[in-house]
């Protein structure tokens, strides 16, 4: 099993330029969660699917979009990036029942000039 | 709104020597997770704590509920150079979905060989 794979790894866009971070699982989760963490700051939820068809926003949901295409896959758009939108960006899926603990990716590098 | 802290932010230690982070909610927890990240890393999870007053080892590490189920710890005893790493407590959001969960602001530990 590969767990949650993310692509791309790493990324550099212009202000403005438009991207999708994709996300996949192959643990059989029915939630998976978008964070991005930045220096100091912890790990802030960006959006969250608590089950295949369902979004909600997290704390940081601005300048963001977020597709669940089925239960392996959560996408993460951004529509114009800024600066402020320089992060490292993780997934992570999560199964339900007695153990709630989340499996993350290996992030993706997004430096936005 | 909900708040999870954690001391010390940063912490250096000699190898041997033991060490302690604390973790802190605003708001009283159903359980409480404990992540670490190794440099340039993903969280990964390390345990899941659901009793009041509840402690639980792996190997050198101890971990804690307190009681009242608002704050928690992470001891680990006779640090190794492979414990270095940010730890991350997390807890779910109030009044939320169990699986969405709020991070603490992190660890960061040093070890010196």
């Known amino acids: 099993n590969a767990g949650v794979t993310q692509t791309p790894k790493f990324q550099v866009l212009k202000t403005g330029q438009s991207m999708t971070l994709q996300c996949a699982q192959d643990?059989?989760?029915?939630?998976m969660y978008w964070y991005r963490q930045d220096p100091g700051m912890g790990l802030r939820l960006i959006y969250y699917?608590?089950?295949?068809?369902?979004?909600d926003k997290g704390e940081v949901p601005n300048g963001y979009n977020v597709s669940r295409l089925n239960k392996r896959e959560f996408s993460l758009r951004l529509e114009s990036a800024a600066p402020s939108q320089t992060s490292v960006y993780f997934c992570?899926?999560?199964?339900?029942?007695?153990?709630?603990?989340?499996?993350f990716g290996p992030g993706t590098r997004l430096t936005v000039l | 709104g909900q708040q999870v802290m954690q001391i010390p932010q940063y912490q250096h230690v000699q190898e041997g020597e033991d060490f302690t982070t604390y973790c802190n909610s605003s708001t009283t927890l159903s359980n409480i997770q404990w992540y670490k990240q190794r440099p340039g890393g993903h969280p990964v999870f390390l345990i899941q704590l659901v009793k009041s007053g509840e402690v639980k080892k792996q190997k050198r590490l101890t971990f804690q509920f307190g009681e009242a189920k608002k704050n928690s710890s992470l001891h680990i005893t006779a640090t190794q150079t492979t414990d270095v790493g940010t730890y991350f407590c997390a807890g779910p959001t109030y009044g939320g979905a169990t699986n969405k969960l709020i991070f603490g602001t992190g660890t960061l530990l040093a070890v010196q060989p």
């Open positions: 643990m059989n989760h029915n939630s």
């Open positions: 992570a899926s999560s199964r339900q029942g007695a153990d709630w603990a989340q499996y």
């Open positions: 699917s608590a089950s295949e068809g369902t979004t």
